[in-house]
């Protein structure tokens, strides 16, 4: 928000104002620290959050797991220009199976998660509710465009250290991505809490391409003896990181710090540029009309073998909407 130096002329045009301390919710915030070569975004979601893990009545760590695969798709699918979708799904061993997680831009999220209620054990951690398997990233931009697909190995290290992973291997930027997910209990309602959640997602992205080198992972698999390959990080880099490690999961979803007062907080040294928020919600594209086009898509036998005390009966996983078709209307013969 201000020049480095008293010659450099400010060139944007974009007003300097102070952060404004209104909390906004179910929202992403681009910004930028010209400075450091940052670029980022922070989300901060209150009710379609809250809605969407309200509708399943998910144990606790699972509501809290999906909660943060819902922000790292807010943080990774909101950057989509086009009218396209983002998905994000894992499949693996741990308690937590499945999980989906449907972004279709500009604003629309829905997910769910798949569990065993018998395998959760209190106070289990994120990484060890997915266990190892995959997480894959989906860009669909209709049917005339090809998907992209990112897939990325779970190890038990939980989704922010499977971003990282991501990003260091498959897209090769200096990234840092923080997410937290919290439950508010409201006081006077025994019982009563809604679910919130926040994330932050930096990027380096100097001009100068030999500026993004990344310090390696440690080689697991090499040699004993093996010296690890070290790479000196980029000033830039190193001041953007340290800054990003200094963000409390509170800061996060506190419900009255607003995302501008927290990005000044945190960057307020070098200036930060914010851009217009995007809005989020929760909205699932399920219909009665898609449902039928889908049971009409399965051949007479599974269709008749669908009824159930003389209908066919279908709820939406995503969303818990259900839907219900007489044995005619679902396309079942001789009914
Ligand atoms: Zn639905």
Known sequence: MTSQSPDTKITFTSPIRAPSAVPVDDAVIPFEVDALDLRGRLTRMGPALDEILTKHDYPPQVGKLLGEAIVLTTLLGSSLKFDGRFILQTQSDGPVSFLIVDFQAPDRLRAYARYDAKRLKPGADSGSLLGKGHLAMTIDQGPDMSRYQGLVALEGGGLEAAA???????EQIPTRVRIAVGEEFRGGERGKHRWRAGGLLMQFLPKAPERARQADLHPGDAPQ???PHTVAEDDAWVEG?????????????DPDLSGERLLYRLFHERGVRVFKPLALHAQCSCSREAVSSMLKSFDAKDRSGMVKDGKVVVTCEF?????????????????
Do not use: K, M, W
């Not at 990282?164 to 498959?170: K, T, V």
């Not at 990181?241 to 979803?253: K, M, N, R």
């Open 225 to 227: 003896g093996t010296v």
């Open 319 to 335: 969303c818990s909407s259900v839907y219900e078709f007489t044995p005619q209307e679902a396309g079942v013969e001789n009914a």
């Open 164 to 170: 990282h992973e991501y990003f260091l291997r498959s």
């Open 241 to 253: 990181q340290s800054l990003i490690s200094t963000v409390e999961d509170i800061e996060l979803i």
